[in-house]
Every structure is written in C-alpha cells, then in structure tokens.
T-cell receptor, first 115, second 114 residues
C-alpha cells in the first residue's frame, strides 16, 4: 500500500488552464503539506493543513487554492496556469501537532508542465 | 528567520569511499534539523533527524550526522558509499513550534561511480 499517493504523476497543460492535483495518505496522519520543487531542485513549502484546518500559508499566488475534504486528503487547485508554475509538486504528511519534530512522508510528486 | 546552507552543490565520490555532505544553519532560536534523500524521480525520504540529546545521530542506510551547536552545522557522513547512494540530499531545519514548516537547503547531488 502506498503511504502518500498523488494523482496525476504527470500533467501537461496550456497556459491559462485550470488544473487540480490530488493527494491521499493512508498513514492516519493529522497534517498534510504541499511543496513546490523548481527546476533547480529547490524545495519550498506552500501550504499545510492540520485536521482540515489551514495552518501554514506561505507567500503563494492566490491562483493556488488548497482544499482538504478530510484529514486523509489534500488537493491543490491551480487557476490560470502560468509558465512559472511548471515544477514538481510534492504532497507530504506527518503526525504533527505543533512541535515540528515529526517526520514528514512524501508522495512521489506530480510533474506539472505548462506550455 | 532561520536559513540553511548546503555548501556543496555536487559531490562526486567513488564506490566504497567515504562521503561528507556539509550543512550549516542560522537561527536565533532552537531548531530541529533533518536530512532527507531524494532518489531519481522519487519523493523525499527521511535519513535522520536531530531533535535533542546526543549530538551524533544515526540514520538509515549507514548514514550519520553530527550536530555542532557552536559551529551551527549538521554535516552528514557515510563511511563507505554504494552506487545506490546516488541521489540528491537535502538538509532542512524547522523551528521547535512551527507545525513542521521545513526550510530546505538547495540540495547536494551525490554521484557515486565504480
């Protein structure tokens, strides 16, 4: 069983389109995250949810909207896609309260290419 | 605010040789430190983490790291690498009350050759 899964694995789309990436974890964790990895492999946190509540919201364009229907799922919707949105997006989860010490488990990534 | 610097962008190493990956951090408050590994076309996996206590931390796959508070460093070592250790290695830091808000370094690409 995959612990953290993401769909799709690859996403190729045109500028201006709207797309969603889905993430699911079966670890029973309370906290989920979205990270963006750019072409230079730099990783930056975008959002985090704890029990469906948004707790981390970094400086991300408001074209990006996360949604957590339940604590096992965290989806990322992106409106009006731009060339600069091309990246690999990773979902992660952890059994996190507020302390910061817990291990984060990462999904396999979704490679988004905007043409 | 905290930051992480990985001093080497790429480290070539021969199989069975030792390797050290350097990581320095800056923070005015207590932090937790992590090393994650990313194998080609995969997600990240935790190698080890320092929370408190013994400054020498042992992780998976024979890796270890030493926390040095005075030098604000958290260098990763392995005494003998395998071809399968070829990967990108990320040092990361988080504040102790941050809900897991990891700040990653730029990564070090380790290339192991026979």
């Amino acid at each position: 069983d995959t612990a953290v899964s993401q769909t799709p694995k690859y996403l190729v789309t045109q500028m201006g389109n709207d797309k969603s990436i889905k993430c699911e974890q079966n670890l029973g964790h309370d906290t989920m995250y979205w990270y963006k990895q750019d072409s230079k492999k730099f990783l930056k946190i975008m959002f985090s949810y704890n029990n469906k509540e948004l707790i981390i919201n970094e400086t991300v364009p408001n074209r990006f909207s996360p949604k957590s229907p339940d604590k096992a799922h965290l989806n990322l919707h992106i409106n009006s896609l731009e060339l600069g949105d091309s990246a690999v997006y990773f979902c992660a989860s952890s059994q996190e309260t507020s302390g910061g010490a817990d291990t984060q488990y990462f999904g396999p990534g979704t490679r988004l290419t905007v043409l | 605010a905290q930051s992480v610097t990985q001093l080497d962008s790429q480290v070539p190493v021969f199989e069975e040789a030792p390797v050290e990956l350097r990581c320095n951090y800056s923070s005015s408050v207590s932090v937790y430190l992590f090393w994650y590994v990313q194998y080609p076309n995969q997600g990240l996996q935790l190698l080890l983490k320092y929370l408190s206590g013994s400054t020498l931390v042992k992780g998976i796959n024979g890796f270890e790291a030493e926390f040095n508070k005075s030098q604000t460093s958290f260098h990763l070592r392995k005494p003998s690498v395998h071809i399968s250790d070829t990967a990108e290695y990320f040092c990361a830091v988080t504040l102790t009350d941050s809900w897991g808000k990891l700040q990653f370094g730029a990564g070090t690409q380790v290339v192991v050759t026979p």
